[in-house]
């Protein structure tokens, strides 16, 4: 079992920048690859970010290409998702996923494993 702590949320104003961090514990010798979701009020979760087990490969949805990147440091089993630019829009409660399948997938269901989420809340 992985369990997945997000840090790094919080208030922000229109223009500013986040640094979100997902750590890994369990049995982390196994490949994972890793995704952020977000979910605003009222609305289904939605994909934002992925990333292969390697981090060779990224995927970003539409309305985060050029202000989000995700990366991984798996010395120390983490992602990190840097968010400039951020919009109130981007306001929403920020979720890290893992699954074992090494590929990135933009795709919640292939996700095994949730952490407990993150605020974001971005002021205009």
């Known amino acids: 079992q992985v369990q997945l702590v997000e840090s790094g949320g919080g208030l922000v104003q229109a223009g500013g920048s986040l640094r979100l961090s997902c750590a890994a514990s369990?049995?982390?010798?196994?490949?994972?690859?890793m995704g952020w979701f977000r979910q605003a009020p009222g609305k289904e979760r939605e994909f934002v970010a992925a990333?292969?087990?390697?981090?060779?490969?990224?995927y970003y949805a539409d309305f985060v290409k050029g202000r989000f990147t995700m990366s991984r440091d798996n010395a120390k089993n983490t992602v990190y998702l840097q968010m400039n630019s951020l919009k109130p829009e981007d306001t929403a409660v920020y979720y890290c996923?893992?699954?074992?399948?090494?590929?990135?997938?933009?795709?919640?269901?292939?996700?095994?494993?949730w952490g407990q989420g993150t605020q974001v809340t971005v002021s205009s």
């Open positions: 996923a893992a699954h074992t399948r090494v590929m990135a997938s933009s795709v919640l269901s292939t996700y095994d494993y």
């Open positions: 369990g049995p982390t010798g196994s490949r994972y690859a």
């Open positions: 990333i292969s087990w390697n981090g060779d490969t990224t």
